[in-house]
């Protein structure tokens, strides 16, 4: 006998009220997650904003402080002056607008100029302390470092600590830029020269001759070779 027909079974009929469950259980997990996605997107949104404001901030800060500088600059070298000033009184603005240009972001070329009007000022502790500042917060600037530890060279011997003078020169000649080495070496000459150290200066004097032979100290390098050995 012929084998029966299985029929196949019908597939049940989603009725209006089955789809109706469908529709609110999307709805419910849409609205749970958004309970627990509004939180996410309103803190990405702050973070947003406040980054934004920081960036425009800082940028603002940024102008500010290069106005000042430049304020403090010209005062300094009293450059455009409607009036000129009694030198004490022109440091003293300078170092105003260099304190405040420092105040709003932080950058060597304002302290090393607040350094420069303490000198100037003959307050050369306070000169020495801000110099030594430079040196801590900045140390892998190539520019102000090195000008840094020849000005704390400069301030030593006008306090008459050659020794001090002399300690800083060698720190200046094996910082890692080659900036001012060859002024180091001329330097520690001269120093040990009043010290009454001539071999030593010599010895300086001939090193500066050899390594660097395209300084524009050479000559006085050479010149007081030739005194010593004259």
Do not use: H, W
Request: proline share 4%; charged share 35%.
């Amino acid at each position: 006998m012929p084998k029966a027909i299985k029929k196949k079974a019908a597939k049940p009929v989603k009725t209006e009220e089955g789809m109706r469950n469908v529709i609110q259980g999307a709805r419910e997990f849409v609205g749970e997650k958004r309970r627990v996605l509004l939180p996410a997107v309103v803190a990405l949104v702050v973070i947003i904003i406040g980054a934004a404001g920081f960036l425009l901030y800082r940028a603002n800060m940024k102008s500010r402080a290069a106005t000042l500088e430049y304020e403090g600059y010209k005062i300094y070298y009293g450059l455009y002056q409607k009036q000129p000033l009694q030198k004490a009184e022109q440091y003293r603005k300078a170092l105003e607008k260099f304190q405040k240009a420092y105040d709003a972001v932080k950058s060597p070329y304002s302290l090393f100029y607040v350094a420069s009007c303490y000198y100037e000022m003959d307050r050369y502790d306070d000169a020495l302390k801000t110099l030594k500042e430079l040196n801590q917060r900045f140390p892998d600037d190539e520019r102000f470092v090195p000008l840094s530890y020849y000005k704390m060279a400069v301030i030593d011997l006008k306090k008459g600590d050659k020794e001090a003078a002399m300690k800083v020169l060698d720190t200046l000649y094996n910082y890692r830029t080659g900036s001012l080495k060859d002024l180091a070496l001329l330097e520690s000459g001269r120093v040990l020269d009043s010290m009454g150290k001539k071999e030593d200066a010599l010895k300086k004097y001939e090193e500066l001759t050899k390594n660097f032979p395209d300084s524009p100290f050479i000559d006085e390098a050479k010149a007081r070779i030739e005194a010593k050995k004259g």
